[in-house]
């Protein structure tokens, strides 16, 4: 009761001095919130920006032949082609980690001929802006537009209506040929029954940086049409928010089959690359779905090593303003040595003095760490949207941690300069010495 | 003379007497300065660091004959080193593709340098070793699609059969990557031109810490001056590893600036109260004589040998850090900057002058008489 007194007391008396410390602790704990906050979310913000290395995760028929394909030119006979069900694509918003599909688009690849060139072109028929409807009702909006965002596009994206007859064509070959957004451009494929011809008009021109800039893109429908293949596809792209890869991974990948019920479960509940493919698999008949190892290795590696750069400084700055806070503390308590000596003189035990003090502390770290969240929560809402323009993740187990930091440290800056101050004779401290 | 030797020993006298405070004061600024200065060191150093690792992704820039139906002369490969920017190759090689029968079905045999391979595609999940060595024709590495298919383990020996000519080989190491690579055979180039009795090659793969417009510079100069070669550089990657960077600096950035601002706040908040505790001290000195300058010049040239000292063992602990964050994230060393040397000396010397000046007026207009009697 009396402790009450003495403590409720101690704050309203000397409110400014008390307010000092709270905000100082709640600077130091803010800081170690916002580090908190910041190496807890940065892994899926730098692989977020990391998705236009493409599509990491590949869909292809299942085949009894191995393909047999030169530096991106399929040599395989026509007959031994096998294809999926563009009907089957939307299954992938099914599966375990459905929320972690960021987007995937259908592929028919087939050459076609244009006059005046002598080789045949690669002719993709894929999706550009594509709204699907999922079967719970809600809609999902995907395409090329989305999954290659760093192709630059001269002119707009094809119209995607069953009527459009438009395309668009990679710059190398748009410019060796002389062809503008607007241009019309007939295209000649063959198919297993025969050649079809068919004029187009180009809608726009892509800058993609790589191969692609030498193909021509139309809308999947058509070139279903001109192959006669309705509702088939060749292969599809999909763009998955990924885990790096670790040593359960790895041994997955070799054979998810050999690993023991706990592992296994451990593995499929994980984002990994190889655990959303095995999915995939699962759920499209006849499917073969393989993580690209150029995207997510160099994915992992990056994701890695700036998690662990965060992970370091984080350790740094909470140990330095663990030691702001604990220095500010020392000297906090070094000035009362008058108001210790005098509560012992009228007849304090040592504990009693010392519960005093670190009550007085823990309350002062507590509310330093709340407020110090509190500061954190906004630092982080501001570093997540000038950094990377999107809102960081704030995960409420960091409170706990952050509250029981800012009161262990308080407590412990508060300590030793308490200790050699109980040590003192009364007498000696209150005569001035 | 006697007067500036007293200065001095009252200055150490005071330091040595209160090393218990001044120790913490001190140790809060070397961090303070330390986890900064290691900052600024790893901020400068990060793109460079950064680029090696982006390099995962494999080549970034592909050399084609100029012509589809054309070859790439071997002869011309040396000439295309000198086009890049010094030692920004990380790995390169010529690929050549034929397809050659096993088991009598086709499959895609690649010929490259296999000690190039893996600075090319460091990508690659290999089972089994890789072929270190480009004269090695005994040895060939297999695609896992291929594994699986023909039941092949490390150690068979496979049957290659071009045209007509044979070649028995030992399989090194299986390769895994989820793309093209699964359905080939890779050997070295050698062992192709010994079974097509033809030397010449479809692609080089050049991987480069080259980017942007280094890269299409390289890819243009190569085109010019090198006949009968088409240079193709792969941009889809710069972008958002520019992108990405700039972040994660900025990120470097904010935190150096909050630490810089918590430093700031303890370390005066400490010195204002240490100096407000000896106003007895100070009152004590006026009595006896002290002018208000002599005092204030003790404590000032006292909290600037504080803040020295912190920011020499800082900056030592600035190295430190910034080595170990080197040496742990990046496994290599990161460049110390001399530039963070005055700016730390002035920052914690400027903090100091902050801490002193604040709380001086109050100390200085004590009145001995008062605060000697205890009041």
Known sequence: MFLKIILYKSFIRNTKEKLLVILIVAFGASLAAVMLNVALDVGDKVNQELKSYGANIQILPKMDTLPVEMDGVELSP?????????????????????NNILGFSPYLETTARIAQVKDPVPLVGTWFNKDLTLSDGSSFHTGMAELKTWWKLTGKWPNESDSSLEIVVGTHLANSQHIKPGDPLTLQVDSANGTGAQTFTVSGVIDAGGPEDDGIYAPLAIVQ???????????????????????????????????????????????????????IEESILG??????????????????????????????????????????????????????ALMKAIGATDQAVAFLFISEAMISGMLGGL??????????????????????????????????????????????????????????????? | MKKMAMFWLIVARSLYFRKLRSLVVILAIVLGTGVVGGLVNVYYDMSQKMAREFRTYGANLLIYPAGKQEKIELATIDQI?????????????????????????????VGAWMDQMIKVSPYWKVEGEWIHDRENVEEIMVGGAVAKKYDVKINTVLHLDDKGKQVAAKVKGIVSTGGAEDNQIFANMKMLEGLAGTKHADVVLINTLAKGSELEQAAQSIQQDVSKLSAKPLKQMVNSEEKLLEKIRRLIYFVAITIF?????????????????????????????????????????????????????????????????????????????????????????????????????????VEPAIVLKGE
């Open chain 1, 225 to 279: 049409n001109m192959m006669n293949l309705s509702g088939k596809i060749s292969k599809a792209e999909v763009s998955a928010l990924t885990v790096p890869e670790n040593e359960l991974a790895e041994r997955a990948a070799a054979d998810p089959s050999s690993l023991r019920e706990r592992d296994f479960d451990q593995w499929y509940c994980t984002a990994f690359a190889g655990a959303i493919s095995y999915q």
């Open chain 1, 371 to 433: 407020l110090g969240y509190g500061i954190g929560y906004g630092l982080t809402l501001v570093i997540g949207k000038s950094v990377f323009g999107t809102v960081l993740t704030v995960k409420l187990i960091g409170l706990p941690f952050i509250l029981l930091l800012s009161v262990f440290i308080t407590v412990l800056g508060s300590y030793p300069a308490l200790r050699n101050i109980i040590k003192l004779e009364p007498v000696r401290a209150l005569s001035g010495r």
């Open chain 2, 81 to 109: 080193p000198s086009h890049l920017p010094k030692e920004s190759i990380v790995g390169l090689s010529p690929n050549r593709y034929e397809v050659v029968a096993l088991e009598g079905k086709p499959v895609v045999l």
């Open chain 1, 287 to 340: 499917s073969v779905a393989k993580p690209m190892r150029q995207i997510t290795q160099s994915e992992g590696v990056i994701v890695n090593k700036i998690q662990f750069l965060m992970l370091i400084i984080s350790i740094a700055s909470v140990i330095s303003s663990a030691l702001g806070i604990t220095s500010l503390m020392n000297s906090k308590v070094m000035t009362r040595i008058k108001e210790i």
């Open chain 1, 78 to 98: 026509l007959g031994e082609q096998a294809y999926l069900k563009e009907e089957d694509l939307l299954k992938l918003k099914k599966i375990f980690w459905a």
């Open chain 2, 261 to 365: 601002i918590t430093t700031v706040l303890t370390v005066s908040s400490t010195m204002v109260s240490t100096i407000m505790e000896r106003r007895k001290e100070v009152g004590l000195k006026k009595a006896i004589g002290a002018t208000d300058q002599g005092v204030m010049a003790e404590l000032l040239v006292e909290g600037g040998m504080i803040a020295m000292q912190g920011s020499v063992m800082g900056m030592l602990f600035a190295y430190c850090l910034s080595q170990l964050i080197g040496h742990i994230v990046f496994q290599s060393e990161i460049a110390f900057r001399a530039v963070i040397i005055p700016w730390t000396l002035l920052g914690s010397l400027l903090v100091m002058a902050v801490a002193f000046f604040l709380p001086m007026r109050r100390v200085m207009e």
